[in-house]
């Protein structure tokens, strides 16, 4: 488009000859569309082309011009420039400043440069010069280097982001000091000039340890053996014996499920009942009283359903969750990311001992915490629904597949059939079973295998009652071969009622599928119990399929898992205003790993699992034994054992 003065006026002139209304429309229109094409951005000032140097250029140039603001003392809009970290990440609103070897790209430099006119930097008084923007920009594509020493990790300079180092045990005299941990408390007590506290009495030890390791006291008879025990090694006896009580794991669990904010029901102002809940924390029980190896217990609660311990990822959806929903979409969004936070939050408190939650909006002022990296978690957590789902259950040992609540498959014989009756004795909820669609399928010939339960295939539906007063649920449902929980047929038995379907003809049939919702949105009123007969004449049933010897698993809330969408960095964490997408990964600080946007859902928990897990990540070990000592003496050595 040429913008020079004849064409302005030929487009003037084009405005005119027509009504009103439509004319000033019109001229609006061009003189609108003429301001934008002639507002182009400056030109930004080149980098400087001699070496910057950070301590002589650069430094006196941030404190001359950008200190006052976004300093030690201030930082407006949680910015500051005195802090290589706080630069690359940026302020409250997540997006990074500046990128070591992007200055042309670099917000920063947009604003100092005012590429912008109504946002820009300094607010007040003189702009920087095109000397000062070249400085700046020669600094940041020169990779950023803040000083002799470059502290481009001091954030990470924290013990606790250290990798663990075994330490010699110090050599003190005191006979007293009979491990490691006797020798370094000994060490400390002789710099003091102190000794270690008198031994407690038998009678006071039996009483500590008991309460200590299984939050019982001991019985008379049981301090009266120990007070008898002469040998040397009672004390350790007792421990033992202690350890492998399955009260230890009752006490010890209870810890951690405090840890995780576990409850059994839901919370909020509803605050309904977790009637299946309780296999998680039996689960956790179980853990301490076998000595499951902490690497395993952590992939187990993050992961579970890929290491054959489904119960365990009940930690996933432990806390409160508001089942309280709204047609608002702006809530409904707000109430997702809540439950995403929680996940987030309760990992890594419990693993890492490091607070996540406030990356949500912002990056973390003192920890090596980005918002990027927080929603690098969210993107692993995405696919994990509040709900129960069916598992199999280990007591009924070997069966055949488990009940699925979208999709079973009967196999039987061929046999000649009219009537198809599919009867539910009993359900998982205990409530009026609830059948999605009923295929009934001829043996193959040549491949080929028709449904001929369909109702576009001339077959007529019957059942003992059906349900009244819901559109969703009606009998006709059951063969439309439309799937999903609004196209389907309830009972009006409740844990039980039967179906029948008339085919249009007899038909040779040897397999039929069921499911209470095909698209996977309920588990409820599922059919664990029933039978499925045929019949070539009215009332000559014979049985080919049953929930005999088929697993009915167990309904357990320890999380659904759906294939997500993509995950996006969000604005100040507002869903409404959604940034560049990020894939599914961890803190990049520690070494994290990083997966494709579209990586499976349960590779995406089972990747984070055991990079916590992992003998490289600094904190997961420090954290479970400072735990360990904190429940054992009061006080951690770190006093904050949920945050280092």
């Known amino acids: ?42 030109e930004l000032p080149r980098p400087s082309e001699r070496v910057v140097e950070f301590e002589r250029d650069v430094a006196p140039l941030l404190s001359r011009r950008c200190l006052g603001c976004h300093g030690p003392r201030k930082q407006e809009s949680g910015f500051r420039v005195d802090v290589r970290r706080s630069l690359v990440q940026g302020g409250d609103s997540g997006e990074p400043a500046a990128a070591p070897g992007k200055s042309e790209t670099s917000p920063l430099i947009a604003l100092v440069a005012r590429v912008d006119p109504d946002r820009f930097m300094p607010p007040e008084g003189e702009p920087l010069t095109a000397e000062e923007v070249g400085i700046l920009r020669a600094w940041i594509d020169q990779g950023m280097k803040w000083g002799s020493g470059d502290a481009a990790d001091a954030s990470l300079d924290h013990w606790s982001f250290e990798p663990p180092e075994r330490e010699t045990p110090p050599a003190v005299g005191s006979g007293r000091s009979r491990n490691a941990i006797d020798a370094f408390i000994g060490e400390r007590l002789a710099a003091a000039g102190l000794d270690f506290s008198p031994e407690a009495e038998k009678r006071q030890l039996i009483r500590r340890v008991y309460l200590d390791l299984t939050g019982l006291l001991p019985a008379p008879e049981d301090v009266q053996a120990f007070l008898d025990d002469e040998r040397p090694d009672a004390w350790e006896r007792l421990v033992d014996r202690l350890l492998a009580s399955p009260h230890y794991g009752e006490r010890w669990g209870r810890h951690w499920l405090d840890v995780v904010g576990f409850a059994e029901s839901h919370g909020f102002e509803t605050n309904h009942e977790r009637p299946n809940a309780w296999p998680y924390r039996d689960y956790v029980i179980a853990a301490f009283n076998r000595d499951l190896p902490y690497d395993r217990f952590i992939v187990d609660q993050i992961a579970g359903d890929e290491t054959g311990a489904d119960a365990a990822t009940g930690f996933l959806v432990g806390r409160a969750h508001d089942r309280v929903k709204s047609p608002d979409p702006v809530l409904t969004a707000m109430q997702r990311q809540d439950e995403l936070a929680d996940m987030i939050n309760t990992t890594g ?51 055949r597949e488990p009940l699925n609540p979208r999709t079973n498959e009967e196999h039987f014989a061929p046999v000649t059939a009219r009537f198809v009756r599919f009867t539910v004795l009993a359900t998982n909820s205990g409530s009026e079973p609830c059948l999605d669609e009923l295929e009934v399928w001829t043996a193959a010939r040549d491949g080929a295998s028709t449904n001929v339960a369909l109702a576009s295939a001339g077959a007529k539906p019957a059942s003992t009652g059906d349900y009244q007063g819901n559109p969703k649920h009606r009998l006709e449902h059951v063969h439309d071969g439309k799937y999903g929980n609004d196209r389907s047929w309830i009972s009006s038995e409740t844990g039980g009622g039967a179906v029948m379907i008339e085919l249009a003809a007899p038909a040779t049939v040897d397999r039929i599928m069921w499911g209470r919702d095909r698209l996977g949105q309920y588990e409820d009123r ?108 009061g006080r951690g050595l770190v006093a904050t054992p949920s945050d280092f």
């Open 1 to 42: 488009m040429n913008n020079g003065i004849g064409d302005d006026h030929a487009a003037l002139r084009s405005c005119t000859g027509h009504s009103f209304v439509a004319s000033l429309a019109a001229c609006g229109l061009w003189f609108a569309t003429a301001q934008l094409a002639a507002a182009e951005p400056p």
């Open 349 to 399: 408190t419990a693993f890492l001992g490091l607070t996540l939650g406030c990356a949500r909006c912002h990056s973390h002022k003192f920890d090596p915490v980005t918002q990027r990296d927080y929603y690098a978690l969210q993107a692993v957590f995405a696919g994990v629904q509040h709900a129960e789902r069916l598992v199999r259950d280990p007591a009924n040992g070997p069966q």
């Open 526 to 633: 599922l059919a664990i119990e029933y039978r499925i007969e045929v019949a070539a004449e009215p009332d000559a049933w014979q049985l080919v399929a049953s929930s005999e010897g088929r697993a009915a698993g167990l309904s357990i809330y320890a999380g659904r898992f759906v294939q997500p969408g993509p995950t996006h960095r969000l604005h100040r964490g507002d869903p409404m205003s959604p940034k560049e997408e990020v894939p599914p990964g961890a803190v990049a600080a520690l070494a994290a790993f990083e997966l494709s946007a579209n990586a499976p859902e349960h590779e995406r928990r089972l990747a984070l699992a055991r990079w916590i897990a992992s003998p490289e990540n600094p904190l997961t070990a420090r954290v479970i034994v400072n735990r360990l000592w904190h429940y054992h003496f």
